[in-house]
């Protein structure tokens, strides 16, 4: 479970009014909005990688900041090393959450093939690799949080994609950042968390 309880993010200043809701087991949220109005800033203080101005985060009654080892979180930005191999990659990724899914399986469901460099490919292919990984590991963790997720990717590949995510949460809680509304449990127009 993840209880956000009157969060209010920022760098310092409020970005937001105090955010509160509570997403169970196998439920999904997402934030969407245009650019620029804090979603980024929402998931990395979801997962811990900025400190919040007030409120708290708790997954599974414990505070966010004690429960790292489960939470997974997929950055907006396509970063990834160039030498290696998609399967390399995404087994890599897998083995630090325990993930038992073959690489070469999640890798199939994205279209990408497991022997190719990361770094020969497209930018839309890095982010399909990187999406191969988050489909292996959600089911391991109790928090996915996949920020701005179908970056770079055809809308029709997000779509089956997304679909795809939904299907392997399981016991675990998603919460995704988009610049349009997708499927999901809940669904919040960010704009409305401006101050």
Do not use: C, W
């Not at 083995?95 to 839309?124: C, N, R, T, W």
């Amino acid at each position: 479970m993840l209880e956000v309880r009157d969060l209010v993010i920022g760098y310092g200043k409020p970005l937001t009014r105090p955010i509160s809701f509570r997403l169970g087991s196998g439920e999904a949220a997402v934030f969407y909005g245009p650019n620029g109005v804090g979603k980024s800033t929402l998931a990395k203080t979801l997962a811990t990688l900025l400190r919040q101005i007030s409120g708290s985060v708790f997954v599974d009654g414990i505070p966010n900041v004690k429960a790292r080892d489960k939470i997974f979180f997929l950055p907006e930005t396509v970063d990834v090393p160039e030498r290696v191999k998609a399967v390399e990659y995404v087994e890599a990724l897998a083995s630090f959450y325990g993930a038992g899914d073959s690489a070469e399986d999640v890798l199939e469901i994205v279209g990408v093939p497991g022997e190719l460099l990361l770094g020969k490919m497209s930018q839309g292919m890095k982010r399909l690799v990187q999406l191969a990984a988050a489909l292996a590991v959600i089911p391991k963790v109790k928090l996915a949080i996949l920020d701005d997720p179908y970056v770079s990717v055809a809308p029709e590949k997000a779509a089956e994609i997304h679909s795809e995510v939904l299907k392997r949460i399981g016991g675990s809680v998603l919460v995704v950042t988009a610049r349009v509304p997708l499927k999901a449990h809940l669904q919040f127009d960010f704009l409305n968390f401006r101050p």
